[in-house]
């Protein structure tokens, strides 16, 4: 029989009185979580022209979004110049998530192509930058996560698989983000040259040495139904999508699309794209698990380098005082014996 302590807040009369109540643990965390709101911060990146700035405009600003007026065509999108960085509250059934949007120039057009992931890369860095001066300063409790969770990396539909500018700039990224490398444009190519792109890209992610966001291994008592969508998931990288900012009418249902002579395209159509795909993993399944990996891993590398480099600074100054020590002394003893 359990012991209970004179004072202590069961008393005789409580039904589950054998019980500490941990249970309900996981029900405050999520109410407390849910109070405070979720945030989560995507960045897009890629060559120039692939529809970053359109993908994210499609991505947040449908389902999420239904009220709010669609840009027409004349509203368009002008090319990205400068880091830009959007913040939409959505609350959907009393839940609010703060989204972060990157939208970053697309590589390949400035002067000097060699580093023009540089400033990207710079971005990043600051955002942990920031994070630790605040985790170790006073006002730890309220810091806001600036962090980036996840980078949509853009392929080229054209080209015949990566670029050595896709495999330069996600090899500098990789160890500091989590990258999810997307097929742009996808409406223009047939399905089986989705497939063969599809293929031909893992091949060189996977050559090259790079990586990409992994999906976490399934557990023993995951369902099947569970396992299955995983498994789609997994075997969509990268994920063929399509973007547009205009909203299309056809056969009484309003959508959004692209329309071409031949007929239109609905982004949202998984016949016609994985962008459905990729905003449920985004937003329903893997939100938390890129954030974890982000703050377990690729902010934590980020940390241990900070705190290395501060002992040697540290013991670098204990050799270099010592070492003045060692020159004040001599000079002492030369002023004395002039005396
Ligand atoms: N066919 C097709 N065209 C698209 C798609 N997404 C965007 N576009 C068009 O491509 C052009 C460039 O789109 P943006 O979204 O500005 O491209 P971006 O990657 O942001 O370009 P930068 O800002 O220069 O890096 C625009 O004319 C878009 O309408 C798509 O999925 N398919
Ligand atoms: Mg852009």
């Not at 600003?61 to 509250?89: F, M, S």
């Not at 996808?186 to 989705?194: G, H, P, V, Y």
Request: hydrophobic content about 35%; proline content about 4%; some cysteine.
């Amino acid at each position: 029989h359990v012991h209970v302590v004179p004072g202590d807040v069961l008393t005789p009369t409580t039904p589950q009185r054998y019980y500490v109540g941990f249970a309900t643990l996981p029900n405050q965390v999520h109410r407390k979580t849910v109070k405070k709101g979720f945030t989560f911060t995507l960045m897009v990146a890629g060559e120039s022209g692939l529809g970053k700035s359109t993908l994210i405009n499609s991505l947040f600003l449908t389902d999420l979004y239904k009220d709010r007026k669609v840009l027409n065509a004349e509203e368009r999108i002008c090319q990205t110049v400068d880091i830009v960085k959007h913040t939409i509250g959505i609350e959907e059934k009393g839940v609010k998530l703060r989204l972060t949007i990157i939208d970053t120039p697309g590589l390949g057009d400035a002067v000097n192509n060699t580093d023009s992931w540089f400033h990207i890369e710079q971005y990043i860095d600051q955002q942990f930058e920031q994070y630790f001066r605040d985790e170790s300063g006073l006002n730890r409790r309220n810091i806001q996560d600036n962090r980036v969770h996840c980078c949509l990396y853009f392929i080229s539909p054209f080209g015949h698989g990566l670029r050595p500018l896709d495999v330069e700039c996600m090899r500098a990224l990789h160890e500091k983000v989590n990258i999810i490398p997307v097929l742009a444009k996808a409406d223009s190519l047939t399905r089986a040259e989705i497939f063969k792109k599809k293929r031909k890209i893992k091949e060189e992610i996977k050559q090259f040495g790079i990586n990409i966001y992994e999906f976490p291994e399934c557990d023993s008592d995951d369902d099947d139904e569970f396992r299955m969508q995983e498994q789609i998931l997994k075997d969509s990288i990268p994920f063929a999508v399509i973007g547009s900012n205009i909203q299309v009418e056809s056969k009484g249902h309003k959508f959004r699309g692209r329309i071409y002579p031949w007929g239109v395209v609905e982004v949202e159509n998984p016949a016609h794209s994985d962008f459905l795909l990729l905003r449920n993993m985004l937003v329903r399944t893997h939100m938390q698990d890129l954030k974890d990996i982000t703050r377990e891993t690729h902010y934590e590398n980020y940390r241990a380098q900070c705190i290395q480099n501060m002992t040697r600074m540290v013991v670098q100054e204990r050799k270099r005082s010592r070492k003045d020590e060692i020159k004040f002394e001599k000079m002492r003893l030369k002023l004395k014996f002039k005396k």
